[in-house]
Structures are given as C-alpha cells and as structure tokens.
C-alpha cells in the first residue's frame, strides 16, 4: 500500500491567473479606488534610501577613506539609534 500525502495546491500559470483575476469572482478594483499603505510600508520604503545615489557624495567619501581622513562621529550615530527607538 503507497501512502499519499495531502494533495498539493494547483498553482495558476501567470495568464490564467490574470485571467482569472479579471473575472467577477476576483473583480479588479474600481479606477479611483483609494488603497491605504500600512506605516511599515512606508518604513520598508523610507529604509530603501534615495532613488538616486549621490555619485559626488560617494567619491567624496572614498577619498577621505583612502586618504585616512575620514572619521566616524559615534556620538552623532548612537544618539541616531538611540531617537530611532523612541
């Protein structure tokens, strides 16, 4: 005797399920309909950092790396982590 486990979940190839999201049973939203984001989202979104990365900015700092003049503030970055939490 072959013991079988649970069946396994149909998972839809991406046409059928836009397809199938298009239908009434899975009705897209309205146009103009309104969706409200969670605050984690904007934090996950905030955390990501600029769009753009500041290429002057970059060069800058690994010149100052590379020329031993670059120093980190570990008061400015504690005070950072510790209003972060508050």
Known sequence: MKVQGPPKPRVLPLGEARAKAETKEGAKAPAGERVAVSNM??????????????????????????????????????????????
């Open 41 to 86: 989202s904007r934090m996950l979104a905030d955390a990501r950092g600029p769009a753009e990365l500041d290429l002057g900015r970059i060069s800058r700092l690994k010149a100052a790396i590379s020329a031993g003049e670059f120093t980190i503030d570990v008061d400015r970055i504690a005070s950072a982590m510790v209003n972060e939490e508050l």
